[in-house]
């Protein structure tokens, strides 16, 4: 039984940084030589209608499965050299495309012809793989009854500057964004939640504005749920249960952006977060390693320095400068080893800090206890594992340095795994 839905949040401690009055500029990222596109579906040769060796141009899409099936759209005009299983966090797996750059680039025109009259089949078919990510899914989905779209203009982890900077310079593209949105899901009411600090002097864009409080975790999508929309998102549902789709103010751009021009945006803002703590906007082809991105930006990276690929508390550690820029990747955080705080296999001292942080509260010292031991099901009925909102403040202030938080993820993987393999066997 699940105890606690999501209610009675707390006060959060720790505020996210805006950036300034004058937006800094990205800084472009040179054409990679080779790009690598990750498809969100397993690799099977016979699904595969293209092969190492094809020529692909700008903004072409390859897709496996047949109509329908997962696809990605190519950031470059080049050539594919791989296709290759790839593996993420908790067992995910992605098939990498490669495609080596070329030398003259062309665009594809197939999004262009079908551009003219904006439908959401189109936008499902082609505009799922752009800047932000947007997810379209809901609004085809005959249990989801949709009633509310939420462009999001801050971001939901500390440091994080990518969707700011979105709200700050691409207002046109957003605003054109809003009405496509309309237009295509047939939804009248669409809400831009903003830092309350950058409400002052924001335009007007066929949206109600919503300021959005400074402390963490209060851009989380739940927390606008409950603070703005005064919607309590229940102990193990989302959003879109509760007929909300968020989408980020970068992946309204893209929509916007997409359906003005007839092409396919195929560069991605993220922050780059430096071992100095200091942060760069980027600008770089979906798909370029993050090791392009660290030699443009004089990152020089040393053995046991960390990477992590989202924000500081609830990022995921990477192994490879060859990772690539995804459609999602919002930020890079370099962290030197020297200043690397590193888990413990200390016990949990019952100090009670994470209880009294945690904006969900949840009893989270008791919680971990089940974690650490496996017991995943009693987690979830006994100890509100489904009330975490994923903030990651847990594991931030425990003092004796237990993951707390990549228990809690790795928990509701299993937990998910688990619920799917007995749908499949009903
Ligand atoms: S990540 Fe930790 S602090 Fe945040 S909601 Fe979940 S249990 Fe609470
Ligand atoms: S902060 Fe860490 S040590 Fe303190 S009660 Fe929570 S899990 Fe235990």
């Given at each position: ?9 707390s006060?959060?401690?720790i505020?996210y940084?805006l950036?300034?009055?004058?937006v ?9 030589g080779i ?15 293209f ?12 897709s496996?499965?047949?109509?329908g099936?997962?696809?990605?759209i190519?950031?470059?005009t080049g050539?594919?050299?791989a ?6 966090d908790y067992g ?5 495309i ?5 030398r003259?680039?062309?665009?594809d ?5 079908k ?8 936008a ?14 809901a ?8 009633h509310?779209?939420?462009v999001?203009?801050?971001?939901t ?24 949105l309309?237009?295509?899901?047939g ?12 409400v ?5 864009v ?13 851009a989380?999508p ?11 998102v229940?102990?193990?549902?989302n959003?879109?249960?509760?007929g ?7 992946a309204?751009a ?14 991605k ?11 760069q ?19 020089s ?13 609830t990022?995921?550690s990477?192994y ?27 016990p949990?001292?019952?100090c009670?800090?994470?209880?009294r ?5 949840i ?5 971990v206890?089940?974690?650490?031991a496996g017991?995943?099901?009693q ?6 594992l ?10 931030f202030?425990c ?6 938080f ?9 937990l998910g ?6 749908a499949?066997n009903?």
């Amino acid at each position: 039984m699940i105890k606690r839905p999501f209610i009675r949040l707390s006060k959060p401690r720790i505020q996210y940084a805006l950036l300034g009055v004058k937006v800094m500029e990205p800084q472009e990222i040179p054409l990679p030589g080779i790009v690598t596109l990750l498809l969100d579906s397993p690799l099977i040769r016979k699904d595969i209608p293209f092969k190492v060796g094809d020529a692909v141009k700008t903004g072409q899409k390859l897709s496996i499965a047949g109509e329908g099936g997962p696809y990605v759209i190519s950031s470059v005009t080049g050539t594919i050299s791989a296709i290759s299983p790839f593996y993420g966090d908790y067992g995910r797996v992605c098939t990498a495309i490669s495609i080596k750059t070329g030398r003259k680039e062309e665009l594809d025109k197939d999004f262009a012809a079908k551009s003219q009259g904006a439908t959401l089949d189109t936008a499902a078919e082609f505009l799922g793989f752009t800047p932000g990510a947007p997810c379209f899914a809901a609004f085809r989905d005959p249990d989801k009854a949709i009633h509310t779209i939420v462009v999001f203009g801050g971001n939901t982890d500390l440091m994080i500057a990518t969707n700011q900077y979105a709200i700050k310079s691409r207002i046109e593209d957003i605003g054109h964004g809003i009405s496509i949105l309309k237009q295509i899901t047939g939804i009248e009411k669409i809400v831009i939640a903003v830092p309350r600090d950058l409400v002052p002097g924001f335009g007007h864009v066929g949206a109600e504005l919503k300021g959005v409080d400074l402390s963490y975790p209060s851009a989380h999508p739940k927390m606008i749920m409950e603070r703005e929309l005064k919607l309590t998102v229940p102990a193990g549902k989302n959003c879109e249960d509760m007929g909300v789709v968020f989408m980020s103010a970068e992946a309204v751009a893209s929509i916007g952006k997409a359906f003005s021009t007839g092409e396919i945006p195929h560069k991605k803002i993220l922050t780059l977060v430096k071992k100095d703590g200091t942060q760069q906007l980027i600008s770089a082809r979906i798909g370029t390693p993050m090791g392009d991105v660290f030699s443009a930006c004089g990152v020089s990276l040393n053995e046991k320095d960390r990477l992590i690929i989202g924000g500081p508390l609830t990022g995921s550690s990477i192994y490879s400068e060859d990772y690539p820029v995804g459609i999602d990747t919002d930020a890079v955080v370099v962290q030197d080893k020297a200043d690397i705080s590193l888990v413990s296999d200390y016990p949990c001292i019952n100090c009670g800090e994470c209880v009294r942080i945690c904006p969900a509260k949840i009893p989270v010292n008791m919680l971990v206890r089940y974690l650490e031991a496996g017991h995943y099901e009693q987690a979830a009925d006994e100890y509100d594992l489904y009330s975490c909102i994923d903030c990651g403040l847990c594991s931030f202030v425990c003092v004796s340095k237990i993951p707390v938080f990549q228990y809690i993820r790795l928990a509701k993987h299993e937990l998910g795994r688990l619920n799917a393999a007995e749908a499949t066997n009903e």
